[in-house]
C-alpha cells in the first residue's frame, strides 16, 4: 500500500507567477485535502475534493484552486503568489463514504517560497 | 466554528522524564480530537484520534490523551520520553461534517535533553 505523495518536494517562485503542486492519493481514497502551513504555525485547511468537485474550502481568496483526477489523484494552482504564499503545503488523502469522513493522511508537503 | 489553543509553544523536558502538552479547544457542537506529530521537514503523523467511548486514548509510540468534555480539553501525556520524540505536535479538531477538516492548534514543539 503506498502512501501519500506529493511533488515537487520544494520550489522557489517570484512574485506574481503562478504554481501547480501535485498530489497522489493513498490507495483506496477517494478525497483529497490541501493544507497551508507557514511557518511556526499550525496547518490550515485551503479546501478538500471528492469525486473531482470541491468539497468544503476554508478562508483563502479564489486565486487557490483546485482540481481532482478521476484516479483521486488532486492538483492545487495558485495564481498570482504574494510573499505570504510562501509555506509548507500538505496535502492529505482519506475515504469518506456514509457522509463519515475517516482519518487523513499526510504526505510529506511541497515547500514553497515566493521571493 | 471551531478552535484550539495549545498552551505551551516549547515544552523542555529530560530524557525518560514524563510530559504532558495541553490542548484546549472551543466549539459549539460534538467534536472529534487528534494529535498529530511533525519532525523537521516531514508531513504529519497521527498519534491518537478520540472520536466516542473511553475518554483515554491510547496512540503510537506511547503516547496517550484524555478527553475531558466539561473542561473542553484534550493533553496529550507520555510516562517516560526519549531523545527521538523531540519534534512537533499538533492538536486537531473535527467538527464531524462530511469534509472531516481539521482546525490545528499554533503547535507545541517538544525538545527532549539528554
Known amino acids: 500500500e503506498t502512501g501519500v505523495t506529493q511533488s515537487p518536494t520544494h520550489l522557489i517562485k517570484t512574485r506574481g507567477q503562478q504554481v501547480t503542486l501535485r498530489c497522489s492519493s493513498q490507495?483506496?481514497?477517494?478525497?483529497v485535502s490541501w493544507y497551508q502551513q507557514a511557518l511556526g504555525q499550525g496547518p490550515q485547511f485551503i479546501f478538500q475534493?471528492?469525486?473531482?468537485?470541491?468539497?468544503g474550502r476554508g478562508n483563502f481568496p479564489p486565486r487557490f484552486s483546485g482540481l481532482q483526477f478521476p484516479n483521486y489523484s488532486s492538483e492545487l494552482n495558485v495564481n498570482a503568489l504574494e510573499l505570504d504564499d510562501s509555506a509548507l503545503y500538505l496535502c492529505?488523502?482519506?475515504?469518506?463514504?456514509?457522509?463519515?469522513?475517516?482519518?487523513?493522511?499526510f504526505g510529506p508537503g511541497t515547500r514553497l517560497t515566493v521571493l | 466554528a471551531q478552535s484550539v489553543t495549545q498552551l505551551d509553544s516549547q515544552v523542555p523536558v529530560f530524557e525518560e522524564a514524563p510530559v504532558e502538552l495541553r490542548c484546549n479547544y472551543s466549539?459549539?457542537?460534538?467534536?472529534?480530537l487528534f494529535w498529530y506529530v511533525q519532525y523537521p521537514n516531514q508531513g504529519l503523523q497521527l498519534l491518537l484520534k478520540?472520536?466516542?467511548?473511553?475518554?483515554l486514548v491510547k496512540g503510537i509510540n506511547g503516547f496517550e490523551a484524555e478527553f475531558n468534555k466539561s473542561q473542553t480539553s484534550f493533553h496529550l501525556r507520555k510516562p517516560s520520553v526519549h531523545i527521538s520524540d523531540t519534534a512537533e505536535y499538533f492538536c486537531?479538531?473535527?467538527?464531524?461534517?462530511?469534509?472531516?477538516?481539521?482546525?490545528f492548534g499554533q503547535g507545541t514543539t517538544l525538545q527532549v535533553k539528554p
Open positions: 492529505a488523502s482519506s475515504y469518506l463514504a456514509g457522509g463519515r469522513n475517516n482519518e487523513q493522511f
Open positions: 490507495s483506496g481514497h477517494n478525497t
Open positions: 486537531a479538531v473535527s467538527d464531524r461534517s462530511n469534509t472531516g477538516k481539521l482546525i
Open positions: 475534493y471528492y469525486r473531482e468537485e470541491e468539497n
Open positions: 478520540y472520536l466516542s467511548g473511553s475518554t
Open positions: 466549539s459549539s457542537v460534538s467534536v472529534y
